[in-house]
């Protein structure tokens, strides 16, 4: 079961951009839900996770800048990224977290130009 991501794009310096990213009930409801990034060249990292009771933990690059939200009626977990900037620039992958390996998808490509 592979988890996908959407919502990415091109944009400038200071803009913002919302990934969604839809699990299964079962998934959605019994994990930690998680974004991670990979930017070209580097390995993928941690950007935020959410628990069911809506807590929430962020990489510090991101945080204040970027939210982690839920919405259980639509299985999805959303990430909000405000103030983008060129070194946000990666692929976005949503998973559990901890993640497994077979739940990656192909992910979202985010650029930001400067």
């Known amino acids: 079961v592979q988890l996908q991501a959407s919502g990415g794009g091109l944009v400038q310096a200071g803009a913002s951009l919302r990934l969604s990213c839809a699990a299964s009930?079962?998934?959605?409801?019994?994990?930690?839900m998680g974004w991670f990034r990979q930017a070209p060249g580097k390995e993928r990292d941690f950007v935020a996770a959410i628990k069911r009771n809506d807590s929430s933990t962020y990489a510090d690059s991101v945080k204040g800048r970027f939210t982690i939200s839920r919405d259980s009626t639509k299985n999805t977990v959303y990430l909000q990224m405000n103030s983008l900037k060129p070194e946000d620039t990666a692929v976005y992958y949503c998973n559990q977290h901890p993640p497994l390996n077979n739940y990656w998808g192909q992910g979202t490509l985010v650029t930001v130009s400067s």
């Open positions: 009930a079962r998934t959605f409801s019994n994990y930690i």
